[in-house]
């Protein structure tokens, strides 16, 4: 199975920054797109950033010029640089992967646990 842990939440001041980290374990043959998503209390997951093979990249538009989102092949790790935080980017982060195990033929999507990223004004 895939394992995907993250790391870097925290609470931070406004205009502050911080780093998250989402390393992906197992039985890894491909991966076809990272990604970072958040949820806020009472609202749906919404996408973040999203990074996909050939280091294509896309921003939801309340982050673009704050956010920078960047992966390490060799790590199976996607990283989502947080800058500028504002009170409004409070919320539980996923990380996303969209790949492939060794021993099948089909692209899957996994979810980390979550971590929680609180901006204070």
């Known amino acids: 199975q895939v394992q995907l842990v993250e790391s870097g939440g925290g609470l931070v001041q406004a205009g502050g920054s911080l780093r998250l980290s989402c390393a992906a374990s197992?039985?890894?043959?491909?991966?076809?797109?990272m990604g970072w998503y958040r949820q806020a209390p009472g609202k749906q997951r919404e996408l973040v950033a999203h990074?996909?093979?050939?280091?294509?990249?896309n921003y939801a538009d309340s982050v673009k010029g704050r956010f920078t989102i960047s992966r390490d092949n060799a790590k199976n790790t996607v990283y989502l640089q947080m800058n500028s935080l504002k009170p409004e980017d409070t919320a539980v982060y996923y990380c996303?992967?969209?790949?492939?195990?060794?021993?099948?033929?089909?692209?899957?999507?996994?979810w980390g646990q979550g971590t929680q990223v609180t901006v204070s004004s």
């Open positions: 197992g039985r890894i043959s491909s991966i076809r797109t």
């Open positions: 996303n992967f969209n790949l492939m195990l060794s021993y099948s033929v089909y692209y899957l999507n996994y």
């Open positions: 990074i996909i093979i050939g280091d294509s990249t």
